[in-house]
């Protein structure tokens, strides 16, 4: 289960969290601190969570 967790949050330390705990993260465009946000994936309402997750499933599965 811990290969499907994603942090969705509104600032560095947020990502940093998520970093920490290896697993991925979709950030939102407002909320506390989303000006200094610097992450791949961002979102404007969590009506595109569904989308953002789909980017960060495709991510995965990516083969390096």
Do not use: C, R
Not at 15 to 38: E, H, M, N
Request: hydrophobic residues 40%; glycine residues 6%; negative net charge.
């Amino acid at each position: 289960l811990h290969s499907q967790a994603v942090m969705v949050g509104d600032s560095e330390i947020d990502k940093l969290a998520a970093d920490d705990a290896g697993v991925s993260f979709i950030g939102v465009s407002y909320g506390y601190d989303p000006y200094q946000l610097k992450t791949e994936i961002i979102i404007d309402s969590f009506l595109d969570l569904p989308a953002a997750l789909d980017k960060v499933s495709d991510k995965e599965n990516e083969i390096v």
